[in-house]
């Protein structure tokens, strides 16, 4: 009983988690500028990319449904200019509306945000050198009220009138939480342009980390494993200069000589690296795990790797490595999240072609009703609403009501249908021995029916034998076949679901074993 109780406590906190928490798309683009950002300016920029999630969102549906070109960027001037400036509270900072003195640390840190654009010759198209400029061409700080004369109105928890010891009105005025920026528009339109692609992840990251490292290495993981790469290959220095381990400086002497410009590499020795960057965000990433606060951590089977492992040219391993190879595994609320992804996009789709088909419908009113549909009947109720609900709809019918409440009706009319249990039937003998159904089969069918399509396609090529004990036994031709299998449950989140979907099917989560038979 304690143990259902500590892990029905663990899954309402995963729930709280994925309720209260916000994600955002940021441009691929970004990650090349936000090099060496403290995390409090990591954490600044990743909510002012929060600021623009509707132009990026705009972008996207324009890129794929409206134009055959690709569209310039992610942000125009005119989107900015329209937009003008954000404001940033700061409670999200941690800081109470009260207590301004505090967010001097923050100020300060956003004052030497900067960016470098390449400038290129224009008639040469040659790169010349870099502009240096600040993301925010303006910061606006809310301060004391002062009136013409000069005379100042102090600010107070309260907004009320107070009485002052001489028994004069004295009016103290509430001052507003929040810092106001205004961005650089050429700075913008370069850092927040999209059309290199973007990839999806906690807005607070950066707030959440202890280290700086961690949500550098977070955010460049996650462009990895948004495509599906979970033990990226990533070539030694690109790493080190992605996690902004080179610093440019141009030193001048005097005026007769030409500046020279040095770099400096910070953890030189691979094994400062890997104790003070990597190992650093790797204990991060794990408290992070368990609190909820990050989708994916470093985590390998083997110990000694660490979740990462250094790659050499030769067979000498010592000095820099040539490649790190990172073995990244999603958390508990990473899988989460990605179903989340997977039903919530499937579930707008859906939604989308019907309204197509059939504008009247109230858009509210479906997606509530698609949300509704249980887990298990989700794959087989999009195939009936994609093809059966327009046949439905064609045939002849004696409805009266409108055609809304009629494309409503059906559909819910197929859930009570597939939702109810069938009544059991008296079967003969002779159909008994002609249609003998082996134990365990009727749930490997419904479990084929309720996993992921790719992997329910490849493993209905293969036979089930039986069911013993919380174990399929399934017939093969060749070793091929399990390998094809059993690459599927590679990927934690499609393991996670199709585990969820035995507990439906069988009442508890099974193995598989393989049998090589002759077909």
């Not at 020279?260 to 795990?289: H, I, N, P, W």
């Not at 508990?332 to 499937?346: C, D, I, K, T």
């Amino acid at each position: 009983m304690a143990k259902k109780s500590k892990k029905e406590d663990k899954e309402g906190k995963l729930q709280i988690a994925l309720n209260e928490l916000r994600w955002i798309n940021t441009p691929v683009n970004y990650t090349s500028y936000a090099k060496s950002y403290s995390l409090i300016q990591q954490d600044v920029m990743l909510l002012v990319s929060g600021r623009l999630q509707d132009h990026f969102a705009k972008f996207l549906n324009e890129h794929r449904y409206l134009n055959k070109e690709r569209p310039n960027g992610g942000i125009t001037k005119e989107d900015l200019l329209k937009m003008g400036p954000i404001r940033l509270r700061l409670a999200d900072f941690g800081i109470e509306s009260s207590h301004y003195d505090e967010s001097v640390k923050v100020i300060n840190q956003m004052k030497k945000i900067e960016f470098h654009l390449p400038r290129f010759d224009p008639e040469t198209g040659l790169r010349k050198g870099e502009d240096y400029m600040p993301i925010f061409s303006k910061i606006f700080i809310p301060k004391n009220f002062t009136s013409r004369e000069g005379e100042d109105f102090n600010y107070s928890g309260d907004g009320e009138t107070k009485i002052d010891e001489d028994g004069q009105e004295v009016r103290k005025f509430r001052r507003d939480g929040y810092i106001e920026v205004t961005i650089n528009i050429e700075v913008a339109k370069a850092v927040f342009d999209m059309a290199d692609g973007y990839f999806n992840h906690l807005e607070r990251i950066a707030y959440f980390c202890n280290s700086a490292y961690t949500s550098r290495l977070y955010l460049l993981l996650m462009k990895y494993a948004s495509k599906g790469q979970m033990h990226p290959a990533i070539d030694y220095r690109e790493l080190k200069e992605a996690l902004g381990m080179f610093k440019v400086d141009v030193e001048k002497s005097d005026d007769t000589q030409p500046a020279k410009v040095v770099t400096t590499e910070k953890y030189q020795k691979f094994s400062q690296f890997r104790k003070q960057v990597l190992d650093v965000a790797r204990g991060d990433m794990e408290r992070l795990c368990e609190e909820n606060k990050i989708e994916i951590m470093l985590s390998c089977t083997d110990p000694d790797k660490k979740g990462y492992e250094p790659i050499y040219r030769g067979s000498v391993k010592r000095g820099n490595p040539e490649k790190i190879k990172f073995h990244i595994k999603r958390t508990p609320l990473g899988v989460a999240r990605e179903l989340e992804l997977h039903r919530g996009s499937s579930e707008k789709r859906l939604c989308a072609k019907l309204m197509s088909l059939y504008p009247t419908l109230d858009r509210e009113r479906l997606k509530a009703f698609v949300a509704d549909v249980p887990e298990e009947l989700w794959n087989d109720f999009k195939a009936y609403a994609y093809n059966g609900v327009p046949k439905a709809v064609e045939q002849p019918h004696r409805w009266s009501g409108t055609m809304e409440d009629f494309v409503f009706y059906i559909m819910d009319q197929w859930i009570k249908q597939h939702s109810a249990k069938p009544e059991p039937r008296q079967m003969t003998l002779a159909f008994a021995e002609a249609e003998e159904v082996k134990p365990g089969e009727k749930e490997w069918q419904m479990y084929l029916r309720l996993i992921d399509k790719q992997l329910a396609s490849d493993l209905s090529k293969v036979r089930y034998l039986s069911f013993d004990d919380g174990v399929v036994c399934l017939g093969v031709e060749n070793k091929a076949q399990v390998e094809m299998i059993e690459e599927h449950f590679a990927d934690v989140a499609v393991l996670t679901h199709a585990q969820q979907c035995a507990v439906k099917s069988f009442g508890k989560k099974i193995s598989l074993n393989y049998k090589i038979v002759k077909q």
